[in-house]
């Protein structure tokens, strides 16, 4: 159950940020990894829609797994200690008709962002030739409220050409990266700035479905995310339903990165995810918890209290993002169980949650199969199986997730059903040829009579 607690806090703990009267007093969040690094608790409080200011660490009380934890230490949000400074980079593309997210990043720096703060902008855009997919950046800008901030508002300005189609205007164009990686090249924004970062809080903000551009993968993103303790905040627009996988991909990757996944209706209410990252980033106090507190690779519960309110999750030290995993495409027979190849689910160090779309899935591959959510132990094999469309040159579909990674199961009735047997032959009729029973018994009894003669003459 914890790894289905870590994703509904994770997504409860945004939603009310911007639904006005009916958000929490307290909003939680852990950064548990690496594992060599102290654990970092995030603790907004608010009240009537404000934050709350001038809190002490007396006034806050932090449990592990139910037993006090007094070993902390505590810290101003940015916005109340000039020492602490933002540094966000913003990962976007270029393909958004009505400029709704260039123009919220834009008041996100403008309108949020304080100087001394920094932010770099990686933009994707799509071409007419190879790789199909461009990004370009602009590295480390310090916000200043001229020359910087300046030539930040100039880059998210610029218009790149772009196009929806591939050369041949039918195809759907490659859409990997695997040189010109954007989210590797925005985490190295954070290992190799063009000046040295202030102290303070770092994020990365990745923004609508620019994931899906990655040239890595989401466990190598992860991991490189993790080890420099960067977590990734990623906003969506729509229903989620649409794409369950990249739903599931980019939920996966902020709460896996200790940030949160931020779903907003349509495209008008952009501004209100930006106003919830900002009073995330801006506004928490943050609690260091050393790191001889958490050592294994089990799940913990934390919960912090203050002022009479308190906020809880579960959180785990270890990595809980599988490898890619890929299923094999079927040609089959119309109506066929057809039943998946195996893989074993790697890179992983704890149990992870394990779904289901449009088929059933076999934790070691066995006669047993379900459609249930449940857990995925590291190492375990598993595999799916659906039924096949009746119909010839039908597709059926079957989506596995695990741990927020995914992989689609096709099969394809393209094999046409084998002829039917020929009918048996029509039973015997009375007087028919080929002797029945009675007539064969005669003809064994006159032949015996006959032999039997032949001896006695002979006698």
């Known amino acids: 159950m914890c790894i289905k ?14 639904n006005g009267p009916a958000h929490a007093d307290i909003d939680l969040r852990v950064e548990s990894r690496p594992r060599t690094d102290p654990i970092e608790a995030f603790v907004r409080v608010t009240d009537g829609g404000g934050s709350v200011t001038g809190l002490t660490a007396a006034d806050f009380a932090v449990t592990l797994d139910g037993a006090s934890l007094n070993t902390f230490s505590f810290g101003l949000p940015p916005d109340q200690d000039p020492t602490q400074r933002l540094s966000i ?7 958004d008709i009505g400029h709704e997210f260039r123009d919220a990043v834009a008041n996100f720096i403008n309108d949020q962002m304080s100087v001394g703060d920094y932010a770099a902008i990686v933009r994707l855009r799509q071409t007419r030739t190879p790789p199909y997919v461009d990004a370009r950046v602009q590295p480390f800008t310090p916000i200043d409220g001229s020359a910087g901030t300046a030539l930040l508002n100039d880059f998210l300005a610029q218009d790149y050409p772009f196009t929806f189609m591939c050369p041949d205007g039918l195809t759907r164009c490659s859409p990997g990266l695997p040189q010109l990686d954007p989210l590797t090249w ?12 202030p102290g303070g809080t770092k994020a990365m903000a990745l ?12 466990s190598d993103i992860v991991a490189l995310a993790n080890q420099i303790s960067l977590p990734i905040f990623t906003i969506s627009v729509g229903d989620a339903t649409v794409d369950p996988t ?42 260091i918890i050393p790191q001889a507190a958490v050592t294994d690779c089990n799940f913990h519960m934390l919960e912090v209290a203050v002022q009479g309110q308190s906020a809880s999750g579960p959180f785990t030290r270890c990595d809980t993002t599988p490898d890619e995993f890929n299923f094999i495409h079927q040609d089959v027979i119309p109506g066929a169980v057809v039943v998946s190849n195996t893989v074993t689910i790697t890179g992983i160090e704890s149990p992870v949650e394990i779904t289901v779309t449009g088929g059933e899935y076999s934790i070691g591959c066995g006669a047993t199969f379900t459609s249930a959510s449940g857990f995925i132990l590291p190492d375990d094999k598993v595999c799916v199986r659906h039924r096949a469309s009746a119909d010839i040159w039908t597709s059926v579909s079957t989506l596995l997730i695990v741990g927020g990674v995914s992989s689609w199961f096709d099969s394809v009735t393209s094999v046409a059903p084998p002829p039917p047997p020929p009918p048996p032959p029509p039973p015997p009729t009375s007087g028919s040829g080929g002797g029945g029973g009675a007539t064969g018994l005669l003809e064994l009894l006159l032949g015996l009579g006959a032999l039997f003669a032949r001896r006695r003459r002979r006698l």
Request: proline content about 3%.
């Open 89 to 95: 980079v913003f990962v976007i593309n270029s393909f």
């Open 5 to 18: 607690w870590l994703r509904v806090i994770g997504l409860l703990s945004v939603a009310v940020l911007f």
């Open 246 to 287: 990249e739903a599931a991909r980019t939920a996966s990757l902020a709460q896996d990165t200790g940030a949160t996944h931020i779903n907003v209706a349509d495209f008008s209410r952009t501004g209100f995810a930006f106003g919830a990252l900002a009073g995330v980033l801006e506004n928490a106090y943050p609690l």
């Open 186 to 197: 925005a985490i190295d924004q954070f290992a190799n700035p063009p000046q040295a970062l």
């Open 207 to 218: 923004i609508q479905s620019t994931f899906r551009y990655s040239g890595a993968s989401q």
